[in-house]
């Protein structure tokens, strides 16, 4: 199963990107979407996550700058980014929880996309 990343690049500090990634439509409505980041020589880390009821759940350190949203209609989530830090700078990760009848059953990760704050 291939999750789609795409909408990564260079940006400089303060400003915006907004990362989509497609996902297979048995895979998107069935799971819980988010978004994870790895920076150079650090572990992976959470950064948003959101239902398929459309509730969110953030990091500390993206709560208020980053907004996560499904669209449905387009088996897509996104990942509005603003105020953009040099701290942000790293590769970023979708991945879906999938559930049934509320019991986990798998998970699949996106390829990631290259997010780089710098002036």
């Known amino acids: 199963v291939q999750l789609q990343a795409s909408g990564g690049g260079l940006v400089q500090p303060g400003g915006s990107l907004r990362l989509s990634c497609a996902v297979p439509?048995?895979?998107?409505?069935?799971?819980?979407m988010a978004w994870y980041r790895q920076a150079p020589g650090k572990q992976r880390e959470f950064v948003a996550s959101?239902?398929?009821?459309?509730?969110?759940d953030y990091d500390d350190f993206v709560k208020g700058r980053f907004t996560i949203s499904r669209e449905n209609a387009k088996n897509t989530v996104r990942l509005q980014m603003s105020s953009l830090k040099p701290e942000d700078t790293a590769a970023y990760y979708c991945?879906?929880?999938?559930?049934?009848?509320?019991?986990?059953?798998?998970?699949?990760w996106g390829q990631g996309t290259l997010v780089t704050v710098s002036s």
């Open positions: 991945n879906a929880r999938q559930y049934r009848w509320s019991r986990f059953i798998d998970e699949f």
């Open positions: 439509e048995i895979i998107f409505s069935t799971s819980t």
């Open positions: 959101i239902t398929n009821d459309g509730s969110a």
